[in-house]
């Protein structure tokens, strides 16, 4: 399944309550989604943490879906082979 494809399940599965939800409620979920995934990362559970990655793109999706952004596009556009800044393969930039 592609990012593409994953969002658009994501859309059929839940447009509308994300829709009902708004911008804002669904973006306050994924903060908190990203928080618990914080939260697993310091623990050794390999399988929570994994759900809280599960979960952490699902809401990203759903997000991404009420304001109408094609996820796999924004993140292929930038993200093509090169870093964005350095324009390298590895990233050469310094930090
Ligand atoms: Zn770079």
């Not at 990203?60 to 596009?73: F, G, M, Q, R, Y």
């Not at 870093?83 to 990233?91: A, E, F, I, S, V």
Request: glycine letters at 4%.
């Amino acid at each position: 399944m592609s990012i593409y494809e994953f969002q658009e399940m994501m859309r059929r599965l839940y447009i509308k309550r994300d829709s009902d939800r708004g911008i804002e409620g669904t973006y306050d979920w994924l903060v908190e989604e990203v928080e618990e995934l914080g939260e697993a990362l310091k623990g050794e559970d390999k399988e929570a943490t994994e759900k809280e990655f599960a979960d952490v793109i699902a809401w990203l999706a759903s997000l991404a879906n009420i304001v109408e952004i094609d996820l796999e596009k924004a993140a292929v556009s930038k993200y093509h082979n090169l870093c964005p800044k350095c324009q390298q393969t590895p990233c050469n930039c310094t930090f």
